[in-house]
């Protein structure tokens, strides 16, 4: 009995050795490997945040382009959507005759001939010199003189009509400001031309306001003093984390949505500048009554406890920005292997 009683204590005195050696390593900051640890090494990964969204946006509606006095057949259609609307561009074909488009300060409403004056009669100067039919803009340009008629001739020539002195407004088609943007086209090949006034060419609007709504049912959130942009079509607009909208000096640049988009622009969100980061078990970060974080790393046959930041976790794997170093071996599971996991 005695024999049995001496056996069982000395089977006792390896445990509280160990349990003495824990408390030790405990007092430097660091806690004793365990015989189930599972240590694994950080991955090297690129953060950059992205998540699909939409974009809710007000816009003013785009001028109209309005036909002019051409009266035929439309025999070809120049224009499409989504193209630029150049000064002296051709738009469409009115019984084999060009029509092009021109931002002049007010649509020609009249035949402009040598002799004749007025404010138009420059705007046809500006045209001639912009197609290159004029070398400049002559002494007295609201007076059409002899040099005006030859011009306009090789404008009709070039147009596709018979050569003439006299200038057709009907060649023109008024366009309400410089370099729009053709949204949609209302012209079709063997229509009568549309009449004076018609809207033929929509153009988009100006985009007001636009704010930025999560593209599934998480909540949309952005990590705090982090640069965001929002790309639509390939380009970036920059994002005002604090109001979820697009920054207002971007707003000029962000096309109005289309009629197909009532619940917003499709659009993708990410870091501006994308993060390096080193990715974790999630299970291996900890943290103390203050809500910092740490991780544990191997010292030898024990695990001192580092602070860390994180950016982002999904899938049970966490993100480290800053704290860990690549080299360093973590502790995937604390909380099952350390007394007191918890972060200093």
Not at 59 to 72: E, K, L, M, S, Y
Not at 146 to 157: K, N, P, R
Not at 185 to 196: D, F
């Amino acid at each position: 009995m005695k024999l049995a009683s001496l056996l069982a204590a000395v089977a006792v005195l390896p445990v509280v050795a160990a349990v003495l050696l824990s408390r030790t390593g405990d007092d430097l900051d660091t806690a004793r490997v365990s015989s189930e640890a599972l240590v694994t090494a950080p991955t090297a990964r690129t953060v950059t945040d992205e998540r699909q969204l939409r974009i809710v946006a007000s816009a003013i509606p785009g001028p109209d382009v309005a036909a002019g006095t051409a009266r035929g057949t439309v025999t070809s259609v120049d224009v499409k959507p989504g193209d630029t609307l150049a000064d002296g561009a051709v738009l469409f074909a009115v019984d084999g005759i060009d029509r092009i488009g021109f931002a002049s300060s007010l649509p020609f409403y009249r035949a402009i001939s040598s002799g004749v004056e007025g404010d138009d009669v420059a705007e046809l100067h500006r045209l001639l010199v912009s197609l290159g039919l004029l070398d400049s803009l002559p002494a007295n340009p609201d007076v059409a003189r002899f040099a005006t008629g030859q011009a306009v001739a090789d404008l009709a020539e070039q147009l596709g009509a018979q050569r003439t002195t006299t200038f057709d407004p009907g060649w023109v088609v008024f366009l309400p400001a410089a370099n729009l943007v053709a949204e949609t086209v209302k012209l079709n090949v063997g229509q009568q031309a549309p009449g004076q006034g018609q809207a033929i060419i929509t153009t988009p609007g100006t985009v007001t306001s636009a704010r930025l709504v999560s593209g599934n049912q998480e909540p949309l959130t952005f990590a705090p003093g982090v640069e965001y942009v929002a790309v639509v079509d390939g380009e970036e607009f920059s994002i005002d984390t604090a109001t979820q909208t697009i920054a207002a000096a971007d707003l000029p640049r962000l096309r109005a949505p289309k009629e197909t988009e009532r619940d917003g622009i499709s659009a993708q969100t990410r870091r501006k500048t994308p993060l390096q980061a080193l990715a974790v078990p999630s299970s291996s970060v900890m943290p103390n009554a203050t809500g910092a974080l740490c991780v544990w790393v191997a010292e030898g046959s024990a695990y001192r406890p580092v602070t860390v930041t994180v950016a982002g976790a999904r899938g049970g794997v966490t993100n480290i920005a800053s704290g860990l170093e690549p080299t360093q071996q973590v502790l995937a599971n604390p909380a099952q292997v350390l007394e007191n996991p918890q972060c200093p």
